[in-house]
């Protein structure tokens, strides 16, 4: 239903970005998931692919981010593989060239047979960027952190932060371009529950002319 | 045998005249006779050729008065109204004060003589509608606008329609000539019967709109009738309606360009954005989620972040050109060419929509002019 949401959302909103001065861009993400799951004395390390696909639509200051993306963690020895979902629904203001601030909810469920554990956090990013060639390539770092959140498996009221950093360059013409980027979350809940997500991932962007 | 008689003086007028010269006012009579028999083709042509007799043998001003009132009611009742009307004004231009008699003519022509009266143009050339005389002995060449007044019309679409009236058949040319005298265009050249409608489309000879001024349409005898050698001219004042054309975009503003050769400072700024996020890329697990073993691999990511800055810095090291730099400039000079490409095919577009308003002056006639 998440993901029907999104891409209705996505295409809705590409109409708009041909209409000056929005912009929009699509972004589709191979990435590797490494999971490390405490709860109590119990470790777990579970990692994956995961497929993504991400949209920002953007105005002179105001920008919508969607994404949403699911893959497979396969764990080491008799841990039970799962399965990952993750989204995100983030709404953004440009202060600045170089600073945009996000606030909304993201969340991640993991699912283990007909069992299954999931995060929400409602929070607030910023994110910096700098350019090193212009026009062409520009790095950036994102940090976040929860106001609020929940988690379920054990239910309880969860908090979490996370940060990403990486490297965007334009592969080709004015509309494609690239996105190599590190991304590390946490999540705590109670009774020890922690959870720490990284995330290797590559991406293709596809930004259509103004 | 009424029609016998005509269609056989019609033939020895036609046969003859070279062997024996007929009077004007012998033709006269026949037409007048040929009218009150009702024999009106016949009529028409009798009277057409008594107006045309020059020389000795011409009518004098009262009887071409009464030949061109006879032409009217011929050619009205003939069904050629415009022929007939051509016929009144000329009658008009002749004597202005001149009446049909009621009691010879029926109300139809009398009607048309008050039609002819209350259109006809001031004979001086006033600025609705001129008219100008020329030749001898009361007969009358006339050129005028169709309709009078200004007139407005779109260049290769509509047309100013002159017209030029001529007692007897004659050959004529009427050309427009610009405002430095070089002819713009030949409206028209051949023989005039009766009266002849010219329209100029506004355009000249190339397909362009001419500039507003003021121009000249001269008519004059050619062919066998060079040796008249008189000239009638009407002066037209061309002008265009307003037009809204869309401004030109200024160039684009040196805030827009960039740098093409590298700077210290702009070396600097490339190099701190990738060093830094490389940097965050390995201590941020540190920060997030201490205690717990992070990914060898996002070393990866944040040396070829780190990487991507140095190549950055010395891509713009002082001195250097900046090629991307340079097409963005390129694109930005293009871009703004193309703009005002655009905009100048625009508003030529738009002048072309535009009217051209056309005033006709009063028109002058000399008799001296040289073929």
Known sequence: MIRYALAAAVVAAAPLAAQSPLRMSFWGTASQEIVQSRIGGVRERLSGTMLSGEGVLGGERIALRLRYGQGTLKGEGAIEPRELVEGEVLLGYRAASWLTLWAGPNARAYTAGDADQRWLFWSGRATLRGTLLPGRMQSFVELWKSASGSVTRPDGAASGRGAEAGLEMRLSG?????????????????????????????????VPPR | MTRFVIVLTVALVTFAAPLRAQSADDLLAQGIRAYQQQEYPGGAWLLRRALSMQGSAALSPAETARALMYLAATELSRNQRDSAVAAAQRLQALDSHYRPDERIFGPPVVALFQDAQRSAPARSGGAGAPVATAAPRGNTIAIRPVGGGDTAFRPGAGAFLLRITTPAPAEVSATLTGPDGRAIRTLFAGPVRDSIDLRWNGLDIAGNVPAPGRYLVTVSPVGRDRRAGWSLRLPLEVTRTAVDTLALPPPPAD????????????????????????????????????????????????GTVTVAGLAAFLSQRPGRTISANSAHNRNLQERWRRDVADITRRNAERLRQSQLVIRAGAPTYSPSEAP
């Not at chain 1, 946490?186 to 922690?194: F, W």
């Open chain 1, 174 to 206: 004015q509309t494609v371009w690239g996105r190599l980027a590190y991304r590390v979350e946490q999540g705590l809940g109670d009774g020890d529950l922690r959870d720490v997500v990284e995330t290797l991932a590559f991406s293709i962007a596809y």
């Open chain 2, 255 to 302: 805030s827009l360009y960039r740098a093409e050769r590298g700077t210290y400072g702009r070396a600097w700024r490339s190099l701190v954005p990738g060093v830094l996020a490389g940097a965050a890329i390995v201590v941020l697990p540190g920060i997030i989620a201490n205690g717990e073993d992070a990914s060898s691999a996002r070393l990866i990511i944040g």
